[in-house]
């Protein structure tokens, strides 16, 4: 069965580029996000790392740290930073996952238990290696998008979307299509137009069903 939203993430212990990781004990008290890549040396990927670190002051901000994935062996990976650091002029202070195994793509749902790696193995033979988990504190999966390999993925999007998951976390508010923060939220279905009120004081009632007030984050 595949993993689902508030699905329990696996808490497998890997080999990454900064050494051996428990997963769940890694997370801590902080929100995560596993971004993968089915092969190091690639543009796109490379591309991409270089994105999120760019950001890392803004994850930091968040509370959220970011691990990477590949398909491929810790000394690559710490070829490969070299170049992602080179592209970003930024340094790479997150671990990359060395996952020659499979066995962290095969958990997490992004290939099938009978995938291997040929010999002479290009990107191709694991293209469905390119996902984003958001991940919450209580080590629940909250968010997932995938990418094909032609498409870079856009982190200020990952960014947006970890906003609106903390700014909804275990508050009865959803966030509007294209929201970022500051905005306008919806109040819930769960509370009736009362209850709303009791809550949040007066809001603006668009429609019976879509009731919006101030962000209060």
Not at 21 to 47: E, M, N, R, Y
Request: proline share 6%; with cysteine.
């Amino acid at each position: 069965m595949g993993l689902r939203i508030n699905d329990i993430v696996p808490d497998l212990k890997f080999e990454t580029s900064q050494g051996e990781i428990q997963f769940h004990d890694w997370i801590g008290d902080s929100w995560a996000i596993l971004f993968s890549h089915p092969k190091d040396f690639t543009p796109v990927c490379t591309t991409e790392f270089g994105a999120v670190a760019q950001l890392a002051g803004e994850w930091e901000k968040r509370n959220t740290k970011v691990i990477g994935l590949s398909v491929d062996g810790v000394e690559e990976h710490k070829q490969w930073i070299a170049d992602i650091e080179k592209y970003a002029e930024a340094p790479v202070p997150f671990p990359i996952i060395a996952d020659e195994s499979l066995e962290v793509s095969k958990a997490f749902d992004m290939l099938p238990a009978e995938a291997y790696l040929p010999d002479g193995r290009t990107a191709a033979d694991s293209a469905s290696v390119r996902s984003v988990f958001i991940i919450s504190p209580d080590k629940k999966l909250q968010l997932s998008m995938t990418y094909p390999m032609s498409v870079g993925r856009n982190f200020a999007e990952v960014l947006r979307a970890l906003d609106a998951l903390q700014a909804t976390s275990g508050t009865p508010i959803a966030t509007p299509a294209n929201w970022t923060m500051g905005q306008d939220v919806i109040i819930s279905l769960a509370l009736d137009d009362a209850a709303a009120k009791e809550k949040f004081g007066e809001f603006d009632a668009i429609l019976p069903y879509l009731r919006k007030i101030k962000s209060p984050v």
